[in-house]
């Protein structure tokens, strides 16, 4: 299905700015391979900033959003991108988002294909005012709004692609931490590079001159990848299904079979082995997901075809697939977060494990501080007693000069036939 995202600013000029003055995010491609208007005149005629300006002085002042946008991306199957029809199809399908789900507001339409995977996607954007001064409701600015209008237009041009064909499912998130792993290795190579000239170099010079070796960067942890590769290692012995609900037990995963009548029969996947995730736990739901959101790879129809070719003795040769991300979207000003799995009962989360472990670290946190706390009493009742000794030592001194002065004194005044009377 077309991927859907609606945001606001309060600086509609640097909105618009990263529309249509930003450089394409791939080399080699235009940034836009379409502008068109909805409700404004041409540019030519008058700047569209100038007018995004002038519908922003309809509104009420409590209206401080400045700009609106929405983006929609298609995925290959939908519009293909070596199609050109697919632009104007695109091009279309912006136009009657505008008309049927926000009637009475003007519309900037980009239709882009610059993105890394270079897919088929609109940027909309509106100045949150329309022609008689009203905003957006507040319905028509919420995402569920956005996907009924987007899916009933769409469908009407193809048909929707529910990704269950796609081998690897990926978030925006997680390719977004591949790039960056792709990143850290070629500094890790760099660094191993480093290092070895630096052995060279430490083999040779005395030791109180030899360079320390370069830390290696640790790779960013992806638990749904983790996830992967152990649905994978687990269907590799398994002989029956129940059989891979044991493999998985075996692998730190929890499985569960289910069927919906929506979404057919599927498995609920839940991480339990955390030892590699070193963060916070935020929700229970959050290390539970469902195969058809992994991925074709890992679901019942790959799980029973390893079944199969198990019990007859002859595994299929490993295929290396290109992963297939579910949407494909520019980088836009907005904070990266995890997204949950939606929340749904867990079962066999393992709590204990994950209290245990907690535990561990307070105690050792714990017993630290105190020996921390005792060796810093310690010290503090060192430097007392230093300071005490110098000051006694001081103390002695200055009464030793004040008696010989008053001695000295005493004698320079005193008369020669002094008695003493």
Known sequence: MPYSYINSTRNGDAMLDYLLKEEAHTEGKDRNVYIATYGFLPNESVSLYEQCRWYRMQASEKNKTEMRQIIVSFSEKELPPDDPKSYDTARTIGFEIAEKGYPGHPFIIAVQNDGQGGKVH???????????????????????????QVDEVCQAHFELDDGRSTKERLTRSERGRRIRNEEITKENEEIRARNAEIAKQNAVLPKEQQQALEEEKPLVYIWKDDLRERITASM????????????????GVEGEYR?????????????????KFDGEVKLDTYFK??????GADYDLATLDAHIQENLSGHKPAPVVAEPVEDFDLPKIDIPEADEPEEEISVAGFNRSRRNAKNRAEESTKREERLRLEEEEKE???SLQDEADDKKMQMLASLIQDMEAANSSSTRAGMPDDWSGR
């Open 122 to 148: 609109i940027h909309m954007m509106s100045p949150n005012c329309s022609i008689d001064g009203r905003g957006f409701t507040d319905e028509q600015t919420k995402h569920y709004y956005l996907k009924k």
């Open 236 to 251: 590799e012995n398994a002989t029956s299904r129940e059989q891979f609900l044991q493999e998985l037990t075996r692998h």
């Open 259 to 275: 069927n919906t009548k929506g979404n057919g029969e599927f498995i609920v996947y839940q991480l339990t082995d955390l030892t």
């Open 289 to 294: 997901c469902k195969s058809y959101k992994l």
């Open 379 to 381: 010290k503090n009742v």
